[in-house]
């Protein structure tokens, strides 16, 4: 079984950036690719990056949705177990519970129907 735990969320100021971390425990027989998605009330679930396995190409190791603008980047650390979004010029658009989701196949991660999930981390953004 494998436990996600999301930190780093809060209020922030339009502008300003934020680091999501997801700290990942528990038994997994095979590599994971991780991601992070969010929802807004009243909104559905998007996904907002990924990152592959460890074990493919870093040319295709991570996709963040275009609608971000390049504004959101993911990363892990492999050795700590975590993964990273690092979120810069946040708007109130932004404003969302933002959900770490792990599978060990990436497309069904990227379909949105990873195995696991995390319990969420609010973000809110003022103007």
């Known amino acids: 079984q494998v436990q996600l735990v999301e930190s780093g969320g809060g209020p922030v100021q339009a502008g300003d950036s934020l680091k999501l971390s997801c700290t990942v425990s528990g038994r997994s027989t095979s590599p994971l690719a991780m991601g992070w998605f969010r929802q807004a009330a009243g909104k559905w679930r998007e996904l907002v990056c990924s990152?592959?396995?460890?074990?493919?190409?870093?040319?295709?190791?991570?996709f963040c949705a275009q609608f971000l603008k390049g504004r959101f980047t993911i990363a892990r650390d492999s050795a700590k177990n975590t993964v990273f979004l690092q979120m810069s010029s946040l708007n109130p658009e932004d404003t969302a519970v933002y959900y770490c989701?792990?599978?060990?196949?990436?497309?069904?991660?990227?379909?949105?129907?990873?195995?696991?999930w995390g319990q969420g981390t609010q973000v809110t953004v003022s103007s």
């Open positions: 989701a792990a599978d060990r196949n990436r497309n069904d991660l990227l379909r949105g129907t990873p195995d696991y």
């Open positions: 990152i592959a396995q460890n074990t493919l190409p870093p040319t295709s190791n991570t």
